[in-house]
């Protein structure tokens, strides 16, 4: 009897691993297979809508291509309102897609990529930022229905900029500002709920006469509370900033906008009468 259901348990067993690989091979050589079945350009045409219903605003896609990997899309821009300017242009930009996500029936997002994007960011003479409208308008944006068969989830496991540029023009100050090769790292980005990021920079600026070197490197943790801004706070629980050598580390914590309320335990290097030079000409 003992011999009888040993053996019963090992056919048993030789069937649920023959049923495991089938279904992997099924699923595997499905999703291989995908670029086959899925028109690119109709790909194309469903996330260029999707993207201007989110952000209201002009989007144009160069060429979609469907890989094994993921989707992977070319010469995008994100224009003005108006079609006036670029607000956001890179030369490629890497999604990812989770399997058991289309076992579900449904497009979710394991992994965004975007490399070198440039960043445009304007405030006007009336004080209004080009991109304050984005926040607002996604947060309230009703459901449209999209000509795609599956749920599509826009959200992020892990979200990657990698050497961008921001360009800041404050017409309402008369200053500009460039920053140059920075990298942002952000993990299970959730508008509701706390996420992980990591940011670095490296860049030269210029205080009028001055060029200064500014080096860049911070962990933390964000909270947008549904943008509920008095409940939202950035904190820094590792930074570090270098300003032409001199070095300033430590944590910092921004809580409660638009009056923010700021903690901050940082370590400064000693500053002599000649460091003090330095900083205050």
Do not use: C
């Amino acid at each position: 009897n003992l011999r009888f259901f040993l053996r019963v348990l090992g056919l048993l067993a030789r069937g649920f691993a023959v049923v495991f690989i089938l279904l992997v091979s099924i699923v595997g050589a499905s999703y291989w297979a995908l670029p086959r079945f899925i028109d690119g350009e109709r790909v194309k045409a469903i996330l260029t809508l999707r993207l201007e219903q989110a952000l209201h605003r002009p989007v144009r896609i160069q060429s979609v291509i469907l890989t094994p990997h993921g989707v992977k899309l070319t010469g995008f821009k994100v224009l003005a309102p108006d079609g006036s300017a670029t607000s956001l242009e890179g030369e490629f930009a890497l999604v990812t897609i989770k399997l058991r996500g289309l076992l579900r029936r449904r497009v979710e997002v394991a992994t965004f990529r975007l490399a070198s994007p440039r960043i445009l960011i304007v405030r006007d003479e009336d004080g209004r930022w080009s991109f304050s409208d984005i926040f607002t308008s996604t947060a309230t944006m009703p459901a449209q229905p999209l000509p795609f068969a599956l749920p599509v989830s826009l959200a992020a496991d892990f979200t990657s900029i990698e050497n961008g540029r921001l360009e800041i023009d404050d017409r309402k100050t008369g200053t500009q500002y460039l920053i140059e090769k920075f990298n942002l790292e952000v993990n299970y980005f959730d508008v509701d709920l706390p996420f992980s990021f990591a940011l670095s920079l490296d860049n030269v600026n210029k205080f009028g006469a001055r060029q200064v070197n500014t080096s860049l490197a911070v962990d933390g943790q964000a909270n947008l509370a549904g943008f509920d801004w008095s409940r939202s706070y950035l904190h820094v629980t590792q930074g570090r900033l270098a300003l032409d050598g001199r070095e300033i580390s430590g944590r910092v914590k921004v809580s409660g906008l638009p009056l923010p309320s700021i903690e901050a335990d940082l370590r400064l290097p000693a500053l002599g009468p000649a460091d003090w030079g330095w900083w205050l000409p």
